[in-house]
C-alpha cells in the first residue's frame, strides 16, 4: 500500500499547502478510506480565506473538506457491515452516540460531536483518512463515488424539508440559488412539493434553477420585503405553504417571513449576521413557525436511496472538476465562482 497521504490543509489565511500527512491507522469500529471525490462547501472556502466562521476558528493547520465519498481499504476488526472495496459516502459528523440528544435520535444537535474540516477536526481533503465505520453509507454499483460526496449537501436538503413538512402538493419559495438552495429545489420536488419559487441576486443561478426544474425564479436585486413577497405571491398564486432560507441576509429573512401563508412554515437554513432584525410578531400573530436548521440527523439512508432511484439527479450541481494536485485552482474557483461554478468537485485518487 502507498505511504504518503497528500492532503490540502489551511495554514493561515489564503495559505494551502499540499503536504504528505501520515495515514491513518483504523481502530476497531473504524475503516480506512481512499479518498474518492470531495467537493468543496462555501465554509472550506471561508475558513481557508477567514479562518473562521462564527465562533469557529482555524488555529492550527486543519484538512479541509467534509463532502465526500471514498474506498474502504482496510476494517477494524469489529466492523461487520462493510468490507475491503466497498464504496462509501462518508457522513462527516459522528456524535458522541450517548447524550440525550444523541439517544432522542437528534444527533445533529450533540455537543460532542467530530466534524470534519471545524476547527479543530481535520477533514478529508486527502489521499487516505479513517472514519467511524457506522457513519459510511455503502454506494450501491450504480451510484458514484462523485454522487456519494454530494449526499453531504443533499442531506442538508434532506433534513431542512423534513423539517418543513414538504409534502405531496406543497408550495414552496427557496432563498438562494447557491448550493444549498438547488439541492433544496431538487428535494423538495422529489417530495411532492407541486410548485417552487426560487430567489437569488445572480442571474446565472437562476437559470440553473429553472434547468433543475424551478416554477418560478425572483431576481431580488431591488424592492423592499414586503414588495418581494408580494412578486412572489403573484408568481405562486398567493402566499407559499413553506419559506426554506438559504442564504441567511436579513432582507431574505424578512421576504420570507412576508410571503410565507398563515399556518405555515418558514426554515432557516442560511447563516449571515449573528443577530438579525426581521418581523418576529408578524410571524407570531399568522402563526408561522419558524424553525432552524442544523447540519442533518438520519437523512443519508433516504438521500442515497433518492439518488440511486433516479428520483434526484444531483450531479447537475457539478460545475467543474479537478484533481488533489489542483486543490489551490479548484478553491480559487469555488471562492470566485469564475466560470458560472456552483459546485466544484476534487478527485482524490
Ligand atoms: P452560497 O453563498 O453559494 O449561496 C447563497 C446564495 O444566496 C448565493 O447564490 C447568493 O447570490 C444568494 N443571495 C445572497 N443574498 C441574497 C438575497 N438577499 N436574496 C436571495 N438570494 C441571495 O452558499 P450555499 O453553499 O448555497 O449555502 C447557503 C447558506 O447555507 C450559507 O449561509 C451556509 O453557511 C448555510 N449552510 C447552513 C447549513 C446548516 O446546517 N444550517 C448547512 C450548509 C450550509
Ligand atoms: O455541510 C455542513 C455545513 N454546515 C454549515 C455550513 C456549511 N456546511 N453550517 C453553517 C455554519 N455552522 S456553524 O454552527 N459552524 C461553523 C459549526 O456556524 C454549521 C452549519
Ligand atoms: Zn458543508
Known sequence: MATENLSAIVYGKNDLRLENRPIPEPGPNEV??????????????SYLTKLAIGHFIVKSPMVLGHESAGTVVKCGEKVKHLKKGDRVAIEPGVPCRMCDLCKAGRYNLCQDVYFCATPPDDGNLCRYYKHAADFCFKLPDNVSLEE??????????????????????????????GPIGLVNLLVAKAMGAAKVCITDLVENRLNLAKELGADHTLLVKSGSPEELAKQVE????????????????????????????????????????????MPIINAATREV??????????????????????KVNVKRLITHRFKLEESHQAFETARTGAGGAVKVMISCE
Open 148 to 177: 456519494g460526496a454530494l449526499c453531504e449537501p443533499m442531506s442538508v436538503g434532506v433534513h431542512a424539508c423534513r423539517r418543513a413538512g414538504v409534502f405531496l402538493g406543497s408550495s414552496v419559495l427557496i432563498c438562494g440559488a
Open 32 to 45: 480506512l478510506l481512499r479518498m474518492g471525490q470531495v467537493g468543496i462547501c462555501g465554509s472550506d472556502v
Open 289 to 310: 413557525d419558524i424553525r432552524g436548521v442544523f447540519r442533518y440527523a438520519n437523512c443519508y439512508p433516504a438521500t442515497l436511496e433518492m439518488i440511486a432511484s433516479g
Open 234 to 277: 403573484a408568481a405562486m398564486g398567493g402566499c407559499v405553504d413553506i419559506t426554506i432560507e438559504c442564504c441567511g441576509a436579513e432582507p431574505s429573512i424578512c421576504m420570507g417571513i412576508y410571503a410565507t401563508k398563515s399556518g405555515g412554515v418558514m426554515v432557516i437554513i442560511g447563516h449571515g449576521p449573528a443577530e438579525v432584525k
